[in-house]
């Protein structure tokens, strides 16, 4: 089999060749099927966006148009489906509970499994694309006991998320279009980041054969923790946890550098971006406009805005090439539309979709997959004969 290369982390291993996530990490370019990041946020939609990373092209007015009716015709989740959100605790992060539901939908949708049908894969894509946003205003809806809103399939759908998020029943709901514009481009930055760890996931866990719904269901849960997506919530609580506690940020700042109790400055450092996070420049440059204009938290901006104006010209931050990632900055934001804490990690998931999504298509069209399977060192004892007794 050959010599066995370590490399614990991935740092320096390719596990795939891929056409549609372009990162240079010094230089902080970032590009879906080629189109700059920056163009992306400024001119595109988070549907538009999630068609081009699916299928490889900017889609014309008519082929948006039909990827648009076809999700919003697979909104409605399954009755039986819905009754499965009762059976969580009422205090449940919701991000297990999105994660288990997608992987329900295996149970729901079972004609749409065999990633090798061409039609079954883009049924269980547009599936996934129309319900994911319903299954997270349900998680969130479920953890502050409110009644579950069906979709209003004459809403887009970020809309369609924000009023089942945010609407009551027996009210009509008014739609802020500053809120819907700032969370499409939220979204849109966050829609791929090639092989980081939920879409490696992803990956590996579909190169055994899995079902789309298993694959991104796993991916979710890898998502989930402090270090990848769970950042954005872990960023407002040390906001929080820095008002709270009156000190100056250089104090926080010197706990961070001495590594006191493990403490590290979230939403600071990223494993390929080297300079800066392209992602992180263009949440910072919405950031105040769409505060002021949805009434947000300022003092957590100040203090987020003061730790970043100290870390960046700390020998520490400087030595390591450590710069605020794309989650530095969208909890604040987050906070202000409403959502709390929670939330974020959901918010993450729902704009990653269509990047787990094209991956794994990617990786079951592409010949040279195999299954994945790392190899190890063994450490552990050598031979050892089981004792008489
Ligand atoms: N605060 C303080 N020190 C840090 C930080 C941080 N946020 N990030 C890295 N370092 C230090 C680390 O302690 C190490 O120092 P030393 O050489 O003295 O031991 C050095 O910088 C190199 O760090 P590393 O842990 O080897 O770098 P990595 O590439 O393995 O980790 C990372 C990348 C993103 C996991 C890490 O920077 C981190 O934990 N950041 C905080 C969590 C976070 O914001 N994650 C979101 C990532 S972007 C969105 C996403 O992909 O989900």
């Known amino acids: 089999t050959g010599a066995v290369t370590y490399d614990p982390g991935f740092m320096n291993t390719a596990a795939t060749t891929s056409a549609i996530t372009y990162i240079d990490g010094d230089a902080g370019i970032l590009r879906y099927r080629g189109y700059p990041i920056e163009e992306l946020a400024q001119h595109s939609s988070f549907l538009e966006v999630s068609y081009l990373l699916i299928y490889g092209n900017l889609p ?20 039986d489906l819905k009754g499965f959100f ?34 079954q894969v883009e049924l269980s894509t547009i599936r996934l694309m129309a319900k994911l946003p319903v299954i997270a205003a349900y998680a969130h809806k479920k953890s502050i006991g409110q009644p579950m809103l069906y979709p209003d399939n004459s809403m887009n759908l970020v809309e369609n998320f ?31 980041h090639e092989q980081n760890c939920s879409t490696s996931t992803v990956r590996l866990v579909g190169s055994s054969n899995a079902n789309m719904f298993a694959s991104i269901s796993a991916g979710i849960n890898a998502l989930f923790g ?61 950031a105040d406009d769409v505060l002021s204009r949805l009434g947000g938290n300022d003092e957590l901006l100040d203090i987020a805005m003061k730790l970043e104006e100290k870390a960046l010209t700390d020998q520490y931050f400087v030595d390591r090439r450590l710069y605020p990632n794309v989650d530095f900055y969208t909890g604040v934001i987050y906070k202000a539309m409403g959502f709390p804490e929670k939330m974020f990690t959901v918010l993450f998931a729902l704009g990653r979709l269509p990047g787990w999504i094209a991956q794994w298509r990617e990786m079951t069209k592409d010949p040279v997959t195999k299954i994945g399977r790392p190899r190890q060192l063994y450490t ?3 031979e050892r004969a089981y004792p008489s007794r």
């Open 86 to 119: 009762g059976g969580f605790p009422r205090d449940a992060h919701p991000m297990p509970v999105l994660s288990s539901a997608v992987s329900a939908l295996s149970t729901f949708y079972q004609d749409s499994l065999d990633p090798f049908d061409d039609d």
């Open 60 to 79: 014309s007015g008519t082929e948006l148009a039909a990827f648009d009716e076809k999700i919003r015709r697979h909104t409605l989740l399954h009755e």
């Open 162 to 192: 924000l009023r089942m998020s945010f609407g009551l029943p027996a009210e009509p709901y008014e739609m802020d279009p500053v809120m819907a514009k700032a969370l499409d481009l939220l979204l849109i930055l966050h829609a791929d």
């Open 380 to 382: 552990g004892e050598p």
């Open 226 to 286: 402090p270090l990848h997506g769970g950042a954005n919530e872990a960023v407002l609580n040390m906001l929080r946890q820095i008002q709270a506690s009156g000190d100056p940020v250089e104090k926080f700042i010197e706990r961070v550098k001495n590594k006191e109790d493990g403490v590290k400055l979230m939403g600071f450092g990223h494993r390929v971006y080297k300079n800066y996070d392209p992602r992180a420049k263009i949440v910072k440059s919405v």
